[in-house]
């Protein structure tokens, strides 16, 4: 009913940038929390940011100063801007949104991209 679309991802150098985007679309919902998640091989999936309704924001610490997390709340679009970038970033980076449908407000359903691949070179 819901679909994360990601985009942005891609193959840099140490220390470039990368901005992603994901954009969500589908049966009418509100948003209560979107944020971004990384896996890097033989690692678990992490959090490294989100962003709540309210405009409450949540780094990682491997990424505070360097990664910016953004909401364009009108297009159902979270960023994440992607600074000074080291080979530990690499991962595929996975958007996730917990969300209320309009038909059934008093449920929250969490739903994930795809994912977008990050390869950060040395």
């Known amino acids: 009913q819901v679909q994360l679309v990601e985009s942005g991802g891609g193959l840099v150098q140490a220390g470039g940038s990368l901005r992603l985007s994901c954009a969500a679309s589908?049966?009418?919902?509100?948003?209560?929390?979107m944020g971004w998640y990384r896996q890097a091989p033989a690692k678990q999936r992490e959090l490294v940011a989100d962003?709540?309704?309210?405009?409450?924001?949540m780094y990682a610490d491997s990424v505070k100063g360097r990664f910016t997390i953004s909401r364009d709340s009108a297009k159902n679009t979270v960023y994440l801007q992607m600074n000074d970038l080291k080979p530990e970033d690499t991962a595929v980076y996975y958007c996730?949104?917990?969300?209320?449908?309009?038909?059934?407000?008093?449920?929250?359903?969490?739903?994930w991209g795809q994912g977008t691949q990050v390869t950060i070179s040395s």
């Open positions: 996730k949104a917990d969300i209320r449908p309009l038909r059934t407000p008093w449920r929250v359903e969490s739903y």
């Open positions: 589908g049966s009418p919902f509100t948003i209560n929390v």
């Open positions: 962003i709540t309704s309210g405009g409450s924001i």
